[in-house]
Nanobody
């Protein structure tokens, strides 16, 4: 199983980014998929999750600003991040099956 995340970068506060995760060896349509983030000196936290049925879950810190989606045909998962804040700065990770599988992280830096 491989999860390849991309799309991170440097953005100003208030801006947007879209992260992408391409999966191989696992089908995103039959697995819960999630995005996590880990800021410097902080624990890794869930920021978005999509279940097999398509239901989504977000912590209050990103609710209304972040949207997780998936493309079953492309076997990809996305994280649309809008109205970014400096507190969103972190390494973002794609994960499958409730954290059983992890991709490498992609750095998101939000400047003030």
């Amino acid at each position: 199983v491989q999860l390849q995340a991309s799309g991170g970068g440097l953005v100003q506060a208030g801006g947007s980014l879209r992260l992408s995760c391409v999966a191989s060896g696992i089908a995103v349509r039959v697995n819960a998929m999630g995005w996590y983030r880990q800021g410097a000196g902080k624990q890794r936290d869930l920021v978005a999750q999509i279940s097999v049925s398509g239901s989504t879950n977000y912590p209050n810190s990103v609710k209304g600003r972040f949207t997780i989606s998936r493309d079953n045909a492309k076997n990809m998962v996305y994280l649309q991040m809008n109205s970014l804040k400096t507190d969103d700065t972190a390494v973002y990770y794609c994960a499958a099956a409730y954290g059983r599988y992890w991709g490498q992280g992609t750095q998101v830096t939000v400047s003030s």
